[in-house]
T-cell receptor, first 112, second 110 residues
Framework: NAGVTQTPKFRVLKTGQSMTLLCAQD?????MYWYRQDPGMGLRLIHY???????AKGEVPDGYNVSRLKKQNFLLGLESAAPSQTSVYFC???????????FGPGTRLTVT | QQQVKQSPQSLIVQKGGISIINCAYE??????FPWYQQFPGKGPALLIA?????SEKKEGRFTISFNKSAKQFSLHIMDSQPGDSATYFC?????????FGAGTRLTVKP
């Protein structure tokens, strides 16, 4: 039981490049979330999903897109990376009816 | 505009002492208040959580005190240990919107 995994762990992008971050969970959780963590700002919700095929915007969605084609996977895409998107990205998931979120280990993204 | 304000930013405590971290919120629609612990290079992990109909919750050395009228809640770590050195985040939930405080870096000196 791996819990929540994230791929890749580290990535460096140039401004304007695109990439996709993958989150996978093996706990059969309905809900999945993408957060970014910046120094002095805690975690901020980017997008979330309440089930396969559904997505919704969070607090800071601009510049990101997401897809949830399979229940166990939640993808975060950056179409045209900007230096302001340099951050640590965390994925989380939870069961229906249980508020506790389980977090992955994070992806450190640097945009130069 | 941060909906959950956390203080202090950093805290140094001697081994065996009490660590206290405070959070304040504005949105009365928040219905779940967790505390997360994060070690360097790791994702946050749930430490303890409380609902607004309870004023205190204790789990081992960790206690949440909740003051609904003041819209404040705090984490108390009794008998702090060097292994408790980590960053602590308070949070507050409203439906699928979880808002986090900015974090407190706790250092417990041996």
């Amino acid at each position: 039981n791996a819990g929540v995994t994230q791929t890749p762990k580290f990535r460096v992008l140039k401004t304007g490049q695109s990439m996709t971050l993958l989150c996978a969970q093996d706990m059969n959780h309905e809900y999945m979330y993408w957060y970014r963590q910046d120094p002095g700002m805690g975690l901020r919700l980017i997008h979330y999903s309440v089930g396969e095929g559904t997505t919704a915007k969070g607090e800071v969605p601009d510049g990101y897109n997401v897809s949830r084609l399979k229940k166990q996977n939640f993808l975060l895409g950056l179409e045209s990376a900007a230096p302001s998107q340099t951050s640590v990205y965390f994925c989380a998931s939870r069961m229906t009816g249980i508020y506790e979120q389980y977090f992955g280990p994070g992806t450190r993204l640097t945009v130069t | 505009q941060q909906q959950v304000k956390q203080s202090p930013q950093s805290l140094i405590v001697q081994k065996g002492g009490i660590s206290i971290i405070n959070c304040a919120y504005e949105n009365t629609a928040f219905d779940y208040f967790p505390w997360y612990q994060q070690f360097p290079g790791k994702g946050p992990a749930l430490l303890i959580a409380i609902r607004p109909d309870v004023s205190e919750k204790k789990e081992g050395r960790f206690t949440i005190s909740f003051n609904k009228s003041a819209k404040q809640f705090s984490l108390h770590i009794m008998d702090s240990q060097p292994g408790d050195s980590a960053t602590y985040f308070c949070a507050a939930r409203n439906n699928n919107d979880m808002r986090f405080g900015a974090g407190t870096r706790l250092t417990v000196k041996p």
